[in-house]
């Protein structure tokens, strides 16, 4: 059968797993307007997963098969570890009128391909700042799935931070820096608080200064475009206090240290996907 155009006035959204990822994202898919929630499902048996999704609308099916039956678009958000097992029990359902889509880490398209028997599928790795609307989504197209496809989820998951578009076998090294990436920032903004506190600041004015200042850095890269080695130029005076901390962190390997932590995180999702 031919892959039909997805109505894009029209179309259901289907989350097969409920878990935080999925909420996340389907509430910023309602929060932008992008989908009112009559127009999602998901079903999953725990009590409070089902009531978070009935908190703001999405309608709550009897089970995974009822889910992709109602949905044009189905988003499959279940654990890496047992995606072959759902993919394979709905097969039968996954015609090519539907647009299936994976958020499973290290799970490969031609492995979910061949487990759903249709090749109109998208893979997107999005990260867990999705919660907060900020998340940095790659997205890579089965051979089945047309740009119409690609730019309908661009735009659902837009809804909750910025996508791009990458071939997949850059999906390990982007595990490595958005995937794992907020871990190794949380990292750093609370040292940035321990040393607050070290310095003699109350923990609760440290830990605010730490956070803020590290997202009011990360707009300055995204908002004006600028090298973050020029913006850090910027803000360093010779012989100032900045350029003493800079030295510090220079002599303890700090950029070398994150650049590890990135091979590192891309290595084992190598890993993982080599083990499918």
Do not use: C
């Amino acid at each position: 059968m031919e892959a039909l155009p997805i109505p894009t006035d029209t179309f259901k959204l289907g989350f097969i797993g409920a878990g935080k990822m999925a909420e996340s994202i389907a509430r910023g898919i309602v929060r932008s307007g992008v989908l009112p929630p009559n127009r999602i499902s998901t079903f999953h048996a725990n009590p409070i997963r089902r009531q978070a999704f009935e908190s703001f609308g999405v309608e709550l099916l009897h089970k995974n098969g009822d889910v992709v039956e109602e949905s044009d678009i189905v988003i499959f958000s279940v654990k890496p570890q047992v995606v072959k097992d759902v993919v394979l029990q709905l097969r039968p359902l996954l015609s090519k009128k539907k647009l299936l889509v994976s958020i499973a880490a290290g799970v490969k398209l031609k492995d979910l391909q061949e487990w759903a028997g249709n090749s109109r599928f998208i893979r997107v790795m999005p990260n867990t700042p999705s919660a907060v609307g900020e998340a940095a989504s790659v997205m890579s197209l089965g051979v089945g799935a047309t740009e119409q496809d690609g730019d309908l989820i661009a735009k659902l998951f837009g809804s909750v931070g910025k996508t791009w578009k990458a071939d997949e076998k850059l999906f390990d090294a982007v595990t490595g820096v958005s995937g794992s990436g907020p871990a190794y920032i949380y990292l750093a903004i609370e040292a940035l608080a321990d040393g607050g506190v070290a310095a003699g600041l109350p923990r609760e004015l440290a830990l605010g200064l730490a956070s803020q200042t590290v997202l009011g850095a990360a707009s300055m890269v995204t908002i004006t475009g600028k090298h973050p080695g020029q913006l850090k130029d910027d803000v360093t005076s010779p012989a100032g206090t900045t350029i003493a901390g800079i030295h510090e962190l220079e002599k303890g390997g700090f950029r070398g240290i994150l650049m590890n932590a990135v091979l590192a995180a891309a290595k084992r999702s190598r890993e993982f996907s080599q083990s499918q």
